[in-house]
């Protein structure tokens, strides 16, 4: 069993550090809000640290999983950041989805001490980590994700190493682009079975049995048809993933038409107070254009 620190008790990384002590390693946490980590040391046991740093401390492994690259950069590289805690032989594991640059100038900071870093987002949601079914998408070398694979098995059921630092973010950022275009057709699919007087719901359960089935279609047809969107990814993080992913082809070249667009579309949810809406509300905006 590992001795762990996890940093970041939001939507993802509270139930996945509950997941880490139900497996029966000894965890550490550490969360901005600090009443956060006092409900989660009474709901698992574990025991909490006044800063990053501290939570860091003789630890085998610490994770992190917080908003964006900033979040990232004070937690790990800050005055109380991780790196300041973590002793050598040790490994750093990210989950939080930020860009491929930050990874790297992270595992460029962290090298010459001697400490792992791995970078590794996460898809599968809210429910994926209750449930202990993340899919996790890596970057570093082999050896360190030999070294965290068991203990990361506590809340995954896929864990793949991708290739060199930033990998796991550049994966990450496919999984989102082929989900823009994915919930904008499901989408205007709905639409059009509205306008067309069709039982969306049947419609839905015919065509889910052949070629336009989706991960999507399957979770979200429902919801989706009764106009609830306040559950599931939200909106503002969808746009910081889609601006991640843009930056990235500006530099590599590949054209995105159709994840620009929908980013585009996301703006005017967003317009409509929607931020925290879950990324099917693609479809109220449809409503609202309906002629
Ligand atoms: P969240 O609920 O908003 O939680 C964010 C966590 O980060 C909180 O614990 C927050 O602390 C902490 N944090 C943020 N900025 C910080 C800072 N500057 N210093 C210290 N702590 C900071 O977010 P989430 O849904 O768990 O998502 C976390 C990451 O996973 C994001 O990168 C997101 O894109 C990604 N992700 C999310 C989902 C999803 O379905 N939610 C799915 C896949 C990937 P406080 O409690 O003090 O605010």
Request: proline share 2%; glycine share 12%; aromatic share 6%.
């Amino acid at each position: 069993m590992a001795k762990v620190a996890f940093i970041g008790l939001g939507v993802m990384g509270y139930p996945m550090a509950g997941h880490l002590v139900k497996n029966g390693h000894e965890v550490t946490v550490y969360n901005r809000t600090s009443s956060k980590a006092a409900q989660w040391v009474e709901q698992f046991g574990g025991q909490s640290a006044a800063t990053p740093k501290d939570a860091a401390k003789g630890q085998d492994i610490v994770f992190t999983c917080v908003g964006n690259d900033d979040d990232l950069r004070q937690v790990v590289l800050g005055e109380q950041g991780v790196i300041h805690g973590m002793h050598a032989g040790s490994v750093l594991v990210d989950h939080t989805t930020a860009s491929a640059d930050v990874a790297r100038e992270i595992a460029t900071h962290i090298k010459p001490l001697n400490i792992a870093f791995l970078d590794a987002p996460v898809s599968g949601g809210q429910t994926g980590a209750e449930n202990g079914v993340l899919t996790v998408m890596m970057g570093g070398e082999p050896a360190d994700f030999d070294a965290v694979k068991s203990v990361i098995a506590a809340y995954s059921r896929c864990a793949e190493l991708l290739g060199p630092v930033g990998s796991g973010q550049l994966t990450k950022m496919v999984n989102q682009i082929c989900i823009a275009g994915v919930v904008q057709g499901l989408a205007e699919g709905l639409h059009f079975a509205k306008s067309a007087g069709l039982d969306g719901l049947k419609v839905i359960e015919v065509i889910s049995k052949g070629a336009a089935q989706s991960w999507q279609m399957e979770n979200r047809y429902q919801t989706m048809w009764q106009g609830k969107y306040d559950f599931g990814f939200a909106i503002d993080w969808m746009r910081k993933d889609l601006g991640i992913a843009l930056d990235e082809a500006r530099r590599n070249g590949s054209h995105l038409p159709v994840a620009a667009l929908v980013d585009q579309f996301y703006s005017e949810v967003q317009a409509m107070k929607g931020n925290r809406w879950d990324t099917s509300s693609l479809l109220a905006r449809l409503e609202k254009t309906r002629n």
